[in-house]
């Protein structure tokens, strides 16, 4: 059992499989970042410029939106992910 406050990230590679979660009482934090290209998971927000380094100059001047892992449940996404999968 985890005792405690957490957060992780697992990659199980027999099961192509990224597992992720946080606590419920948010002391640790757990962030996602997506857009038409990339999902990114992390416990500290990134850059502006870390996100945007290979995109467009407009993309300097919008905010990226991170959102919090919610602690109610411990996600997977199976890999490679098939698009109609998503639909």
Sequence with gaps: T???PFSFI???EKLQ???FS?????RRSLL???DS???IISSVPLLDHELTCSAS???FIEKPKWGEVDPRFVYSIKFP???TDIN
């Design 2 to 4: 985890v005792q405690g």
């Design 17 to 19: 499989t990224l597992f």
């Design 32 to 34: 996602y970042y997506s």
């Design 81 to 83: 992910i098939n698009i």
């Design 10 to 12: 697992y990659w199980h």
């Design 22 to 26: 946080r606590d419920i009482w948010g």
């Design 57 to 59: 100059a407009t993309a």
């Design 37 to 39: 290209t990339k999902l």
